[in-house]
């Protein structure tokens, strides 16, 4: 996703973008504080029924996306060219359980 330009990257790109109606798989990172900084998406991403999920360090995340700089939320955009993995990836996302 990141060589095809289709992760939008940290809390106000994100959310812009959600606002925008932009469909994509949404990654929040577990170990942000303070959680005020991003505790919104999840009830954006549900309100607007788009999967999201929580790993645990936002330095992965920020590797995982092409950056050097962690990150604390992410969306990955739907591509042709990783259509596949996509729809693999939002089957995992969506087989979880919503958080309490």
């Known amino acids: 996703a990141a060589k ?8 106000k790109e994100v ?3 959600i606002n ?7 990654v929040l990172a577990g170990d942000t504080l303070p959680i005020d900084v991003y505790c919104h998406i ?6 607007r029924s788009l999967p999201y999920a929580y790993v645990p360090s936002k330095s992965v995340r920020g590797w995982g996306s092409g950056s ?10 739907p591509h042709e060219e990783y259509q596949e993995t996509y729809d ?11 958080p309490l």
């Open 20 to 26: 925008k109606g932009e469909k994509g798989i949404t």
């Open 68 to 77: 050097k700089r962690p990150t604390c939320v992410i969306m990955i955009k």
């Open 88 to 98: 693999e990836c939002l089957g995992e996302v969506e087989a979880l359980p919503l």
């Open 4 to 11: 095809h330009k289709q992760i939008r990257r940290g809390v």
């Open 42 to 47: 999840p009830i954006m991403c549900e309100d």
């Open 15 to 17: 959310q812009k973008f």
